[in-house]
Every structure is written in structure tokens, then in C-alpha cells.
């Protein structure tokens, strides 16, 4: 999962609301072949720290710190 939003609509909520849509519609629409191992995940750069709490407020926990095209990364899921 992965989201973008134009800097003049940051801190307006937006980005947290459509998370939580697409989380909701990924639920209802996507069929997990063994749902003790599907995970929804999401990789963020350690300085985007919006978008770090966003994952929080949507429920993603931090499981990894590591390394994406050379760049730092933390991976996270739910």
C-alpha cells in the first residue's frame, strides 16, 4: 500500500481516510489464501514522518528497518 498526497491537502486527514478506505475495501475484496500468513504491508522512508503516523493511526506496526533501491526503508504491516 502506498499513498502520495499534494503538500497544500497535507494535515487535513485525507491520506488517513483513504488508507482506511482502501484497508476496507482490500477486506471485502481480496481473498487471502491462509489469512494467518496474509499481511497488508507498507514501506515508508524513516524521513517521511507523516506518512509514518499515518501507517500508526491505521493500525501498521513497524517490522523492519532495511534498505529499498539503496535508500533506507521501514517496512510495515498489520
Same mark, same amino acid.
Given at each position: 500500500? $502506498?499513498?502520495?498526497?499534494? #503538500?497544500? +491537502?497535507? &494535515? *487535513? %486527514?485525507? =491520506? /488517513?481516510?483513504? +488508507?482506511? =478506505? =482502501?484497508?476496507?475495501? &482490500?477486506?471485502?475484496?481480496? /481473498?487471502?489464501a491462509d @489469512? =494467518?500468513? &496474509?499481511? !497488508?504491508?507498507?514501506?515508508?522512508?524513516?524521513?517521511? !514522518?507523516? @506518512?509514518?503516523? +499515518?501507517?500508526? /493511526?491505521? %493500525?501498521? /506496526?513497524?517490522?523492519?528497518?532495511? #534498505?529499498? *533501491? $539503496?535508500?533506507? !526503508?521501514?517496512?510495515? &504491516?498489520q
Amino acid at each position: 500500500m $502506498g499513498w502520495v498526497l499534494a #503538500t497544500r +491537502v497535507h &494535515g *487535513k %486527514g485525507y =491520506a /488517513k481516510e483513504a +488508507v482506511r =478506505a =482502501a484497508l476496507a475495501w &482490500g477486506d471485502e475484496n481480496i /481473498k487471502r489464501a491462509d @489469512s =494467518a500468513l &496474509g499481511r !497488508t504491508v507498507c514501506i515508508i522512508h524513516p524521513e517521511h !514522518t507523516r @506518512s509514518i503516523r +499515518v501507517a500508526e /493511526k491505521c %493500525g501498521f /506496526k513497524e517490522l523492519l528497518r532495511t #534498505t529499498y *533501491k $539503496g535508500e533506507p !526503508t521501514i517496512l510495515f &504491516g498489520q
